[in-house]
């Protein structure tokens, strides 16, 4: 189990997703290291998440952020993809302000801090290499491929940021979690779910502009990873996002939530208080926890989509 998720402590979860970095994450995390106490490094724990990894990322990272106050490296048993470790990082996260960056920095850290700050007026702040509405490549052929990928991109999901797929985004947890609760794309698509959700429910998203270097050694393929993700844009349309739900008073208490989460084994679950009644979200493949929460509170299951979360606020347990 995760540590104490109630740690008031931690006020910042950076997430790092890692398949295959063994060779990166110290150039990465050398990247990283002059911005540590802009961070707040006694306040922010770090979730590294090796996403079934064949070379000795674990171990890797461990050395590497080993001496850090507050690191945690949690290891997916087999690959599943960019959105699942992201997903995963969420649902074990401590900090209130959660920030998912890719292994390797290639987004200059600089602007992690500011884009943290940013959570004081949106729900997700999402970073953006665009200028003059453009994302320029050092390669024309990457380059054209992601303004393609990008008009794809309006064209299944209705969202018009300019970049979907910056390696920077930052979180208020609660909008995270639901979005990670709700959201089943595990590859790199998964962004373009999330803020497709985030529309459909209401979120509050601002474009940050950043800086970044195109950092060589990356274990995506590029043949293979452009056509997995264009499948995926294409099932959004056709997705139904329906999860286990709990239905409580609207003013249950919080930690009586969270008590009868441990109990029932569970962890990365949402309040999402609406006006009559507060339903409490969990993964998919929680129903038989999501079932002894009900019992150990009260509340009658149910399953609910995302119209039925339209409205509501979302506060993570």
């Known amino acids: ?23 990166r994450l110290r150039r990465g995390f050398a990247r990283l290291e002059p ?38 490296v949690v290891r997916q048993p087999s690959n599943r993809g960019k959105g699942a470790a992201v997903r995963l990082g969420a649902s074990v996260a401590r900090g209130e302000r959660i920030l998912a960056v890719d292994a390797d920095m290639a987004i200059d850290p600089h602007h992690y801090r500011p884009m943290l700050d940013e959570l004081n007026r949106a729900d ?20 054209v ?26 979180f208020r947890r609660g909008p995270a979690r639901v979005l990670g609760l709700l959201g089943m794309v595990d590859g790199f698509a998964y962004d373009a779910e999330f803020f497709l959700l985030a529309r459909q429910l209401g979120l509050s998203v601002l474009a940050h502009p950043v800086t970044w270097d195109d950092v060589g050694g990356s274990s995506v ?15 959004l349309p056709r997705t139904t996002h329906v999860n286990p739900v709990v239905v409580a008073d609207r003013d249950i208490d919080h930690e009586r939530v969270a008590v009868a989460a441990r109990a029932a084994r569970i962890q990365g679950l949402v309040i999402a208080r609406g006006s009559e009644d507060a339903l409490i979200v969990v993964a998919r493949d929680d129903a038989i926890g999501a079932t002894a ?23 993570a347990v």
Do not use: W
Request: net charge negative; glycine share 8%.
């Open 124 to 143: 997700l702040v999402a970073g953006s290499r665009a200028r003059d509405g453009r994302i320029r490549y050092q390669s024309l052929t990457r380059t």
């Open 293 to 315: 929460v009900a019992a150990t509170i009260g509340g009658t299951l149910r399953t609910t989509d995302v119209a039925g979360l339209v409205g509501r606020t979302f506060e």
């Open 35 to 72: 911005v540590l106490d802009e961070l707040d490094v006694e306040r922010t724990e770090f979730v590294i998440v090796d996403d079934g990894s064949s070379d000795d990322t674990a171990r890797e990272a461990l050395a590497v952020y080993g001496e850090l106050p507050h690191r945690l």
């Open 221 to 235: 393929h590029l043949r293979s990873a452009p056509r997995a993700m264009i499948a995926d844009l294409r099932a």
């Open 1 to 23: 189990m995760p540590p104490d998720p109630s740690d008031p402590t931690i006020a910042t979860t950076v997430v790092v997703p890692a398949y295959n970095e063994a060779a």
């Open 145 to 170: 491929a992601g303004r393609v990928f990008n008009r794809l991109v309006r064209h299944y999901t209705g969202v018009t940021l300019v970049d979907t797929q910056c390696g920077a985004k930052a």
